[in-house]
């Protein structure tokens, strides 16, 4: 089944302590992305990769890292959260070439205090 | 980079009428205009998309019309049901270029029985 898997689906955590999102795919896609969801401003892209090593900054990455070692794997990494990284967590794959859209996985509900 | 804005925020309906939401879009490059429906707690998925090379499109109850002279975009739900109760995104993206999503603020619609 084709899966898009992230963890934690539920992270409390202290200000300043390092945390890291999970996201994993098995489709084989090129492309990941991680985006944040906050009440009416819709989704907002972190970072995005195009494949293996290949990382960019999207619209919103200050507070934030991730890493493509390989192609499955795209952790978002925040090295020190604050109370405004409080947010929802998607992260979502598309394969190059394929008319399907995006897949986000559950996402991961996150609470700094 | 893009910029898509989403109208109207909230939107309640009786059930069995119509529902309309729009869309406008920045960039004349996007060429593609994905819609994705959001229940409460869930991840979004696709539920219609257009490209720019067509100016309407239908399946079943859905359709999305677009208009690129204009910048905009709209998504009509007819004969609405409870079930269709929900957040609906719009997004924009120009695919040759990695296929990088941008969303509107989102719509929430309340299907009243």
């Known amino acids: 089944e084709a899966q898009v898997t992230q963890n934690p689906r539920y992270l409390i955590t202290v200000t300043g302590k390092k945390l890291t999102v999970t996201c994993s795919q098995n489709?084989?896609?090129?492309?990941m992305s991680w985006y944040r969801q906050d009440p009416g401003l819709g989704l907002r892209q972190i970072y995005y990769s195009m494949n293996v090593e290949v990382t960019d900054k999207g619209d919103v990455p200050e507070g934030y890292k991730v890493s493509r070692k390989e192609k499955r794997n795209f952790p978002l990494i925040l090295e020190s959260p604050s109370p405004n990284q409080t947010s929802l967590y998607f992260c979502?794959?598309?394969?190059?070439?394929?008319?399907?859209?995006?897949?986000f996985g559950s996402g991961t509900r996150l609470t700094v205090v | 980079g893009e910029n898509v804005e989403q109208h109207p925020s909230t939107l309640s309906v009786q059930e069995g009428d119509s529902a309309v939401i729009k869309c406008t879009y920045s960039?004349?490059?996007?060429?593609?205009f994905p819609w994705y429906k959001q229940e409460l707690g869930k991840r979004p998925q696709l539920i219609i998309d257009i490209r720019s090379n067509v100016g309407e499109k239908k399946d079943q109850r859905i359709a999305v019309t677009l208009n690129k002279t204009a910048k905009h975009f709209s998504l009509h739900i007819t004969e609405t049901q409870p079930e269709d109760s929900a957040v609906y995104f719009c997004a924009a993206s120009y695919e040759a270029a990695g296929n990088k999503l941008t969303f509107g603020g989102g719509t929430r619609v309340l299907v009243k029985p």
């Open positions: 960039d004349s490059a996007s060429n593609y």
């Open positions: 979502a794959t598309w394969g190059a070439g394929r008319r399907s859209g995006y897949t």
């Open positions: 489709m084989n896609h090129e492309y």
